[in-house]
């Protein structure tokens, strides 16, 4: 397989946003935890028509953390009530032959039934889930715990920011200059863009981690997690998704 290292990521500015907007988010206290993966095994869950992203010899694995805040349709007000919410994803890293950049989510767990169902609905795999954020002022952690209703998976970790350490590494930024998502829908491949500000980002060290997420969507890791990194968030939307021909 081909290895993508040297190609450069669209950062920080992010490509023009096709309208209409379907959607408008904000993504706050998101913690990014990363494993190196075999490309073999990523490949196995791409949609058809993208491969796995490559960095460094390796695909990447992504446990993702982060507070929903003030979502919305369109670029209206945010909806009350199903707009505020925690996720955790699962996600691995795509390419499409011509070089667009995207995310495979694995699986999104989340804390509003209603939301799950419309995600699913739209071929996103959202999971219901008892999903909790926490910060602890006694050392500045920030963390989230999940249990699943379903099959019971959990996960649960937290990490410590240092937020006078920026991260501005290229590993750090082909992780996160993700601007937009591969997935299917029936039996067509969609991309749905999205558009932000770059990352504000901040190196961080893991202080608990007891994941059974990564495991439960069919992947192996061991180990520490090779990065980690936190963001106060960003303001992100999204535009008109499009089909990838054959």
């Known amino acids: 397989m081909i290895s993508h290292a040297k190609e450069p990521d669209p950062w920080p500015d992010a490509p023009p946003l096709p ?12 913690l990014f935890l990363h494993w190196r993966l075999p490309e073999s095994e990523a490949a196995r869950f ?21 507070r929903m805040r003030k979502a919305g349709l369109g670029s ?6 199903f707009g505020d919410f925690n996720e955790i994803n699962v996600r691995l890293y795509s390419r499409e032959p011509e070089g667009t950049r995207g995310v495979v989510f694995l699986s999104l767990d989340a804390n509003r039934l209603a939301v799950v169902l419309a995600a699913r609905a739209a071929g996103i ?48 930024i082909h992780l996160t200059a993700r601007f ?19 990352w504000p980002l901040h190196r961080a060290e893991v202080t608990r981690l007891h994941d059974g997420l ?33």
Do not use: C, E, K
């Open 76 to 81: 209206g007000p945010a909806v009350p009530f």
């Open 125 to 172: 795999p959202y999971v219901w889930s008892r999903a909790g954020f926490r910060r602890s002022p006694a050392d500045n952690s920030v963390g989230f715990a999940v249990r699943r209703f379903r099959d019971g998976a959990r996960s649960d970790f937290d990490a410590v920011p240092d937020l006078d350490t920026v991260a501005a590494d290229p590993l750090s």
């Open 180 to 198: 937009g998502l591969h997935t299917t829908l029936g039996r067509r491949t969609l991309y749905v863009p999205n558009t932000h500000a770059a």
């Open 19 to 30: 309208a209409p907007i379907i959607m408008d988010q904000r993504w706050t206290d998101a």
């Open 214 to 246: 990564i495991r439960a969507a069919g992947l192996n890791v061991s180990g520490p997690p090779d990065s980690v990194l936190y963001s106060p968030g960003v303001r992100t939307q999204f535009g008109r998704p499009r089909v990838l021909l054959p």
């Open 46 to 66: 791409m949609p058809p028509g993208v491969v796995p992203d490559v960095y460094d010899g390796s695909s990447w694995v992504g446990l993702i953390g982060f």
